[in-house]
Protein backbone atom coordinates (compact mmCIF):
# COMPACT_ATOMS: atom_id res chain seq x y z
CA UNK A 1 0.00 0.00 0.00
CA UNK A 2 1.50 3.26 -0.49
CA UNK A 3 0.88 6.45 1.26
CA UNK A 4 0.46 9.78 -0.23
CA UNK A 5 4.12 11.85 0.10
CA UNK A 6 4.46 13.63 3.30
CA UNK A 7 5.54 17.16 2.51
CA UNK A 8 9.28 18.05 2.86
CA UNK A 9 10.21 21.26 5.97
CA UNK A 10 12.10 22.58 2.87
CA UNK A 11 9.75 22.21 -0.01
CA UNK A 12 8.92 25.14 -1.54
CA UNK A 13 5.76 25.90 -4.18
CA UNK A 14 6.03 23.75 -7.34
CA UNK A 15 8.98 21.54 -6.15
CA UNK A 16 7.29 19.03 -7.87
CA UNK A 17 7.29 20.75 -11.13
CA UNK A 18 10.78 21.35 -11.04
CA UNK A 19 12.13 17.77 -10.01
CA UNK A 20 9.62 17.16 -13.15
CA UNK A 21 11.89 19.34 -15.47
CA UNK A 22 15.05 17.79 -13.90
CA UNK A 23 14.35 14.55 -14.51
CA UNK A 24 13.11 14.82 -17.69
CA UNK A 25 16.19 17.07 -19.10
CA UNK A 26 18.37 14.38 -17.93
CA UNK A 27 16.16 11.80 -19.35
CA UNK A 28 16.75 13.57 -22.63
CA UNK A 29 19.95 14.15 -22.29
CA UNK A 30 20.07 10.22 -21.82
CA UNK A 31 18.28 9.29 -24.37
CA UNK A 32 20.27 11.52 -26.76
CA UNK A 33 23.78 10.32 -25.55
CA UNK A 34 22.83 6.61 -25.76
CA UNK A 35 20.70 6.28 -28.76
CA UNK A 36 20.81 9.86 -30.73
CA UNK A 37 17.36 9.84 -32.13
CA UNK A 38 16.56 12.77 -34.66
CA UNK A 39 14.07 15.34 -32.70
CA UNK A 40 11.33 14.28 -34.46
CA UNK A 41 11.37 10.75 -32.88
CA UNK A 42 12.61 11.54 -29.35
CA UNK A 43 10.23 14.18 -28.24
CA UNK A 44 6.86 11.80 -29.34
CA UNK A 45 8.47 8.97 -27.54
CA UNK A 46 9.41 10.80 -23.92
CA UNK A 47 5.72 12.83 -24.73
CA UNK A 48 4.12 9.31 -24.54
CA UNK A 49 6.52 7.97 -21.53
CA UNK A 50 5.30 11.52 -19.91
CA UNK A 51 1.67 10.87 -20.62
CA UNK A 52 1.92 6.46 -19.39
CA UNK A 53 3.56 7.85 -16.07
CA UNK A 54 0.50 10.36 -15.29
CA UNK A 55 -2.06 7.71 -16.24
CA UNK A 56 -0.30 4.84 -14.14
CA UNK A 57 -0.44 6.72 -11.34
CA UNK A 58 -4.45 7.67 -11.54
CA UNK A 59 -4.79 4.26 -10.77
CA UNK A 60 -1.98 4.43 -8.09
CA UNK A 61 -3.98 4.95 -4.13
CA UNK A 62 -2.87 8.16 -3.20
CA UNK A 63 -1.68 9.48 -6.07
CA UNK A 64 -2.91 11.71 -9.34
CA UNK A 65 -2.10 12.12 -12.65
CA UNK A 66 -1.46 15.85 -13.44
CA UNK A 67 -1.41 17.71 -16.80
CA UNK A 68 0.87 20.18 -15.20
CA UNK A 69 3.48 16.93 -14.47
CA UNK A 70 3.39 16.47 -18.51
CA UNK A 71 3.68 20.28 -19.41
CA UNK A 72 7.15 20.04 -16.61
CA UNK A 73 8.19 16.70 -18.47
CA UNK A 74 8.24 18.15 -21.70
CA UNK A 75 9.61 21.37 -20.84
CA UNK A 76 12.36 19.55 -19.22
CA UNK A 77 12.84 17.89 -22.41
CA UNK A 78 12.44 20.72 -24.85
CA UNK A 79 15.01 22.52 -22.38
CA UNK A 80 17.21 19.84 -23.17
CA UNK A 81 16.89 20.15 -26.74
CA UNK A 82 17.08 24.32 -26.64
CA UNK A 83 20.49 23.57 -24.34
CA UNK A 84 21.94 21.30 -27.14
CA UNK A 85 21.40 23.81 -30.15
CA UNK A 86 22.34 26.95 -28.02
CA UNK A 87 25.53 24.64 -27.56
CA UNK A 88 25.85 23.30 -31.32
CA UNK A 89 25.38 26.98 -32.56
CA UNK A 90 28.15 28.34 -30.13
CA UNK A 91 30.46 25.59 -31.42
CA UNK A 92 30.02 26.03 -34.62
CA UNK A 93 30.02 29.73 -34.89
CA UNK A 94 33.66 29.68 -32.45
CA UNK A 95 34.83 26.88 -35.36
CA UNK A 96 34.51 29.56 -37.98
Given at each position: MQSPPTPAVSQFAHADKVV??????VLAATMHL????RLLIAVPILFLYAVSIEA???FVPG???DVWDVIADMAGVL????CRA???ARAKHGRT
Open positions: HFGLFFAFRPIQHRGAGFYLLYK
